[in-house]
């Protein structure tokens, strides 16, 4: 918040973007340094959302896999995860590849299906209806207002 809070000049965004990206790295490595140092204060989703951070652009990644690395049933993992966030597991993993892929179009040129890749999607077209679904506009009319 504070960086956007900024007015930067032209020159500066590309340092905007690099240390935007780098404080959500250590934000994902600081939830890993405490599951790894005190993992009975860690809770479950805590544990699960890590999982997810770190492997949001496998596009393989499944519920499952999420639910084994903290050692609990998809359903359990379910309804835990509901009931803490507000959200399904699911739902929340691609609101992480959403926010991965705003970040791509608003800080790189790669072509949106390079991006879709990127953020765990092995199908653009899929990409593209997530994407319009979770903002409200399709990854090149987000692209085109950022140009505005």
């Known amino acids: 918040k504070i960086i956007r ?7 500066s965004k590309n340092c905007d973007a690099i240390l935007e990206h780098l404080l959500h790295l250590l934000f ?3 939830i890993s340094t405490k599951i790894g140092s005190s993992a009975a204060e860690t809770t ?3 544990k699960a959302i890590a999982y997810m951070e770190a492997n949001f652009n496998k596009s393989d990644l499944k519920l499952t ?18 009931s803490e966030t507000g ?11 959403m926010r991965q892929a705003r970040w791509y179009i608003n800080y790189t ?3 949106i299906y390079a991006i879709s890749y990127h953020c765990g ?26 140009e505005l």
Not at 65 to 82: C, G, P, Q
Not at 87 to 97: G, Q
Not at 124 to 145: A, L
């Open 121 to 146: 999607f092995d199908n653009p077209q899929y990409f593209s209806r997530v994407f319009k679904r979770v903002t409200g506009m399709s990854p090149s009319e987000f692209k085109h207002s950022l």
């Open 87 to 97: 959200y399904t597991p699911k739902d929340y993993l691609n609101n992480i590849r």
């Open 65 to 82: 896999d999420i639910a084994e690395s903290v050692n609990i049933s998809d359903s359990y993992l379910i309804r835990l995860f509901k």
């Open 44 to 46: 479950i989703v805590e």
């Open 109 to 111: 040129n790669d072509p």
């Open 28 to 30: 994902a490595d600081a």
């Open 5 to 11: 809070d900024q007015s930067l000049p032209e020159q």
